[in-house]
C-alpha cells in the first residue's frame, strides 16, 4: 500500500512544530470523545489510567508499540472539546503534543502539533503520527487497522526533507 504522508513541519519562535491534520464528519465533542475518552483511545492508541487534569499525570498504555508499554503522560492543558495539551519524557526524548479541534458546519478538523525539541529523527517521528492519526480514522469509521509498515520506512525520506523548508508560524497559531 502507498500512503501519502500530509505532516509538515513549521519553524517557531521556540523552535519546530510538526503539524498533521485529519478531517471528520462530526461535532467537536464526538471527535473530542475519540481523543480523551479512555475507552475510545484503547481502539487508536492505547487506554489510560488515573485523573485527567491539568497538572495531573496518567499513565497511558502504548498499546500498539512493541511490548505495550505503559508510560507516564502529564496533562498541560485541557479545554473541551477545543484543546488538549500533553508531554511526557522517555528514552528517546521530551514529547510536548497538542491537539486542536474546530468544528465548522457539522465538521471537525483535528490538528496535532508536536513541539519538537530537536529536528533529529523527524522521519521516524512523523510517519509514527501519521500511523497513529490513520489509526484514529479507522477507530471511527470501522475498517482494517492500518499497518505500521506502509508508514514505515516509506514515509521517513518526505519528513526528513521537511527539515530542507523554512516555513513559519507563530505558536498557537491554528
Given at each position: 500500500m502507498s500512503?501519502?504522508?500530509?505532516g509538515r513541519l513549521f519553524r517557531t519562535g521556540a523552535g519546530s512544530d510538526l503539524v498533521l491534520r485529519r478531517t471528520f464528519r462530526a461535532s467537536a465533542e464526538d471527535v473530542w470523545a475519540s481523543v480523551?475518552?479512555?475507552?475510545?483511545?484503547?481502539?487508536?492508541?492505547?487506554?489510560?489510567?488515573?485523573?485527567?487534569a491539568p497538572g495531573r499525570t496518567i499513565k497511558v498504555q502504548m498499546a500498539y508499540e512493541e511490548g505495550a508499554p505503559w508510560c507516564e503522560m502529564r496533562v498541560d492543558a485541557c479545554e473541551p472539546p477545543h484543546r488538549l495539551a500533553l508531554s511526557m519524557a522517555d528514552g528517546h526524548g521530551n514529547w510536548r503534543m497538542e491537539l486542536l479541534l474546530r468544528e465548522t458546519d457539522g465538521v471537525t478538523e483535528?490538528?496535532?502539533?508536536?513541539?519538537?525539541?530537536?529536528?533529529?529523527?523527524?522521519?521516524?517521528?512523523?510517519?509514527?503520527?501519521?500511523?497513529?492519526?490513520?489509526?484514529?480514522?479507522?477507530a471511527r469509521?470501522?475498517?482494517a487497522?492500518?499497518?505500521?509498515?506502509?508508514?514505515?520506512?516509506?514515509m521517513k525520506p518526505y519528513f526528513e526533507k521537511q527539515r530542507e523548508?523554512?516555513?513559519?508560524?507563530?505558536?498557537?497559531?491554528?
Open positions: 500512503l501519502i504522508p500530509t480523551s475518552e479512555s475507552e475510545r483511545t484503547a481502539r487508536w492508541f492505547g487506554p489510560w489510567e488515573g485523573v485527567a483535528l490538528e496535532f502539533v508536536h513541539h519538537l525539541d530537536t529536528e533529529e529523527g523527524v522521519g521516524e517521528v512523523g510517519a509514527g503520527w501519521e500511523y497513529y492519526l490513520d489509526m484514529l480514522v479507522t469509521e470501522g475498517g487497522r492500518p499497518d505500521f509498515g506502509d508508514y514505515y520506512p516509506a523548508n523554512d516555513e513559519r508560524r507563530t505558536p498557537g497559531e491554528y
